[in-house]
C-alpha cells in the first residue's frame, strides 16, 4: 500500500477551502473527516492534482491564483434570458441558482445575477471562478 496519495486513491482526509482572504467556504476540521474517490469527480480535477503524491498525515496548505482554480470569470458565460421562457419564471430571486436541461439530457446550472421585470441575467461561471483560494488539506488514510 503506497503512503503517498495517488490519482485513483481512495482517502480520508480533512480539508478547508477558503478564498484568499481566509473566508471560509467549507471545512471539515471541526467535525468528521470526508472520504473521497479520486478520479470520480466527488472533488474539483483542480483541487484533486494537488492531493496527487501528498503524504500522509502532513497537514498542507495550497494558496491558487484564479487562472490556477476555477480559472478567469468569464463574461461570455452571462446570458440574458426572457423570464418567461425561464424554469420557475415566477419564483426567481437574485443570487439564486437555477438549473437548466440541453437537449442531450445534461443539467447546467446558473446563476442569477440581475432580475428585471421581462429578464433575467444568468452567470454560467463555476462560482469560484476569478476567484484565488486557499485549499488545506490533511490526509489522514489512503484506504
Not at 467556504?25 to 474539483?44: C, I, M, N, R
Not at 482554480?69 to 430571486?93: D, K, T, V, W, Y
Not at 441575467?121 to 488514510?141: M, Q, S, T, Y
Request: proline residues 6%.
Amino acid at each position: 500500500m503506497s503512503e503517498t496519495v495517488q490519482a485513483d486513491s481512495l482517502l480520508t482526509l480533512h480539508y478547508r477551502l477558503a478564498l484568499a482572504d481566509d473566508n471560509e467556504l467549507v471545512s471539515t476540521f471541526d467535525g468528521k473527516p470526508a472520504t473521497l474517490q479520486l478520479g470520480s469527480g466527488e472533488l474539483a480535477p483542480v483541487l484533486e492534482r494537488c492531493l496527487v503524491d501528498l503524504p500522509v498525515g502532513k497537514r498542507t496548505v495550497f494558496l491558487l491564483e484564479a487562472e490556477q482554480a476555477f480559472g478567469p470569470h468569464n463574461p461570455q458565460l452571462m446570458q440574458r434570458f426572457i423570464r418567461s421562457e425561464l424554469p420557475q419564471a415566477g419564483e426567481l430571486q437574485e443570487m439564486a441558482l437555477i438549473e437548466f436541461k440541453a437537449p442531450n439530457g445534461a443539467a447546467y446550472t446558473g446563476l442569477v445575477r440581475e432580475l428585471t421585470e421581462d429578464s433575467a441575467l444568468i452567470d454560467f461561471n463555476h462560482p469560484l471562478a476569478g476567484k484565488a483560494i486557499r485549499f488545506e488539506v490533511d490526509v489522514i488514510g489512503i484506504l
